[in-house]
């Protein structure tokens, strides 16, 4: 299985908070159902996209109750499985019998092949790192990032906490940003955020500095400016741009690590094994903070 990892977390304009998680998932909220004699606890509201290609006019969509499937040894960090389950379906496809070529019947806009795709989530003090098994030509970017928003909204988030403070981002190693920070010639910026460091400990977040930088530059070359300019009171950076996608891709590092350790997982991640602890323990290391 492929995965990707991504990131839940603050927008770089707000400040530093622990406990930003509290996770309630109440079970009302799901109703019992039996695909190929396996039983799922799914949403109970489904999600319709509209399309208009020939493949198929609309995407339906939900996704199951998130259920602990691992506890991470040491650690007491937690495992979290959703699996997506959605079909893709258009109105007055026939279906014929390939024998003789009769048409034994006709698809309607709620009628298709059923998929799943998996998502593995763990939270941390202040942010989520998440594995979405990718499948080509699943679901686009723009309706996981949506349906994994929501997730967060009903079920990880503090109640009282602002919902449109938090983004998702692909979770980037250096060589996967790299390329796509070279290649792309929109929004490109380095934010360094001020921070005042109390008794060594607590951080709070004071403001921050956000520079524009060429659609021409390197990553490289940023990153060997960044280093230069590094000072005492900057304690946390994000080098930023603009993907293909149209969506901002960002990578996060802290004064006392320069060396860019923290991207030395990929963002990508093949698991070959069926073995379910040997798959959780591997996606307990890819998503480690």
């Given at each position: 299985?492929?995965?990707?990892?991504?990131?839940?977390k603050?927008?770089?304009?707000?400040?530093i908070q622990?406990?930003?998680?509290?996770?309630?998932i109440?079970?009302?909220?799901?109703m019992?159902?039996?695909?190929?004699?396996?039983n799922?606890d799914i949403f109970?509201?489904?999600?319709?996209?509209n399309?208009?290609?020939a493949?198929f006019?609309?995407?339906i969509?939900?996704?199951t109750?998130?259920?602990?499937?691992y506890?991470?040894p040491?650690?007491?960090?937690l495992?979290?499985?959703?699996?997506?389950?959605?079909?893709?379906?258009?109105?007055?496809q026939?279906?014929v019998d390939?024998?003789?070529?009769?048409t034994?019947g006709?698809?309607n806009?709620h009628?298709?092949?059923v998929?799943?795709?998996?998502i593995?989530?763990?939270?941390?003090?202040n942010?989520?790192?998440?594995a979405?098994?990718y499948?080509?030509?699943?679901?686009?970017?723009?309706?996981?990032?949506?349906?994994?928003?929501?997730?967060f909204d009903?079920?990880f988030l503090?109640h009282n906490i602002?919902?449109d403070?938090?983004?998702?981002v692909m979770d980037?190693?250096q060589?996967?940003f790299?390329e796509?920070?070279?290649n792309?010639?929109k929004n490109?910026?380095?934010?360094?955020?001020?921070?005042?460091?109390?008794?060594?400990?607590?951080i709070?977040?004071?403001?921050?500095?956000?520079?524009?930088?060429?659609?021409d530059?390197?990553f490289?070359n940023?990153?060997?400016w960044?280093?230069g300019i590094?000072?005492d009171n900057?304690?946390?950076y994000?080098i930023?741009?603009?993907d293909?996608?149209n969506k901002?891709?960002?990578?996060?590092?802290y004064s006392?690590?320069?060396t860019?350790?923290?991207w030395s997982?990929p963002?990508r991640?093949e698991?070959?094994?069926?073995?379910?602890?040997?798959l959780?323990g591997q996606?307990?290391?890819?998503?480690?903070?």
């Amino acid at each position: 299985m492929l995965f990707e990892r991504y990131a839940f977390k603050y927008r770089e304009n707000n400040d530093i908070q622990n406990n930003t998680f509290d996770i309630q998932i109440p079970d009302n909220d799901f109703m019992q159902i039996n695909i190929n004699n396996e039983n799922f606890d799914i949403f109970t509201e489904l999600h319709e996209y509209n399309f208009y290609n020939a493949a198929f006019e609309k995407l339906i969509l939900t996704y199951t109750k998130p259920t602990i499937v691992y506890n991470i040894p040491a650690t007491n960090r937690l495992i979290y499985k959703i699996r997506l389950i959605y079909t893709k379906t258009k109105e007055g496809q026939t279906i014929v019998d390939l024998q003789d070529w009769s048409t034994i019947g006709s698809l309607n806009g709620h009628q298709g092949l059923v998929d799943f795709v998996d998502i593995f989530i763990i939270s941390y003090d202040n942010m989520a790192k998440i594995a979405t098994e990718y499948k080509y030509h699943s679901i686009s970017k723009q309706i996981l990032y949506d349906v994994i928003h929501e997730i967060f909204d009903r079920y990880f988030l503090r109640h009282n906490i602002q919902r449109d403070y938090f983004e998702i981002v692909m979770d980037f190693s250096q060589t996967d940003f790299e390329e796509i920070f070279n290649n792309s010639r929109k929004n490109k910026k380095i934010v360094f955020h001020m921070d005042i460091v109390n008794n060594g400990a607590e951080i709070i977040n004071s403001g921050k500095i956000e520079y524009s930088i060429k659609a021409d530059t390197t990553f490289d070359n940023a990153f060997s400016w960044l280093r230069g300019i590094f000072n005492d009171n900057i304690q946390r950076y994000s080098i930023k741009c603009e993907d293909m996608n149209n969506k901002t891709a960002s990578i996060d590092g802290y004064s006392d690590d320069l060396t860019t350790n923290e991207w030395s997982t990929p963002a990508r991640i093949e698991i070959g094994t069926q073995n379910n602890d040997a798959l959780y323990g591997q996606l307990a290391h890819f998503l480690r903070i």
